[in-house]
């Protein structure tokens, strides 16, 4: 079955650091990506998406590449922000599935000043 | 600006009681979904609806039951309450659409705990 991988967290970084959250993917076929961001006490929000491979979805100074060769859709941002801690979330859904997504576990971001 | 909502954003019920959580949205999208989300497992899908009273089975349906008698409105129902149910439970919605690349709009969540 389809499933997504991210790396575990939480993620501790300082105010205007790099931020990388690893994200891969295992799929018959070649899926739509998505990443979420959950606020702290509330849902789900779309944070960039990318449809097919070599695509790369962008936002708010945040960016993800579909890879398709390494199965991966990594989540960067070059200069994080306090108001960037939340949990960010890894997902994918394909054409004809009813835009049903399957989730990763959620990686949480914690940025200190 | 698009909007779900959901009844509660917090429960505290009994085992063996049955629970009903309300989800609304106005954005006129005919898919409808209901997920529990828990610490290490991410989200979970328990049941979807494409459609007026048409329901599918997600990957947790077990303990749940779902009704969707209106459009807009899309009910997660316990039918007998466990601990085990003790959970975050999200709503959201997306348009209809084959494409997969839909965004789905989520409510703000019901945490919902059974003592």
């Known amino acids: 079955g389809n499933s997504v991988t991210q790396m575990e967290g939480p993620v501790t970084l300082s105010e205007e650091a790099f931020l990388t959250i690893n994200c891969t993917y295992t799929?018959?076929?070649?899926?739509?990506l998505f990443w979420y961001v959950q606020y702290p006490g509330e849902g789900l929000q779309l944070l960039l998406k990318a449809t097919k491979a070599d695509d790369k979805g962008s936002n708010k100074g945040f960016e993800a590449t579909y890879r398709k060769e390494t199965t991966s859709f990594h989540l960067e941002k070059g200069s994080v922000q306090v108001s960037d801690s939340a949990v960010y979330f890894c997902?994918?859904?394909?054409?004809?599935?009813?835009?049903?997504?399957?989730f990763g576990t959620g990686t949480q971001l914690k940025v200190e000043l | 600006d698009v909007k779900v909502t959901q009844s509660s954003r917090y429960l505290v019920k009994r085992t063996g009681e049955k629970v009903f959580l309300e989800c609304v949205q106005d954005m006129d999208h005919e898919n409808m979904f209901w997920y529990r989300q828990d610490p290490g497992l991410g989200l979970r899908l328990i049941y979807f609806?494409?459609?007026?009273?048409?329901?599918e089975k997600g990957d947790i349906p077990e303990g749940y039951s779902v009704s969707r008698e209106k459009k807009e409105r899309f009910s997660l129902i316990l039918e007998s309450a466990s601990t085990n149910q003790t959970s975050m439970y999200l709503c959201?919605?997306?348009?209809f659409g084959t494409g997969g690349s839909y965004e789905q709009y989520f409510g703000p969540g019901t945490r919902l705990t059974v003592t």
């Open positions: 799929a018959t076929g070649y899926p739509s």
């Open positions: 609806s494409y459609d007026v009273k048409m329901k």
């Open positions: 959201a919605s997306s348009p």
């Open positions: 997902a994918l859904s394909f054409t004809g599935g009813g835009n049903k997504l399957t």
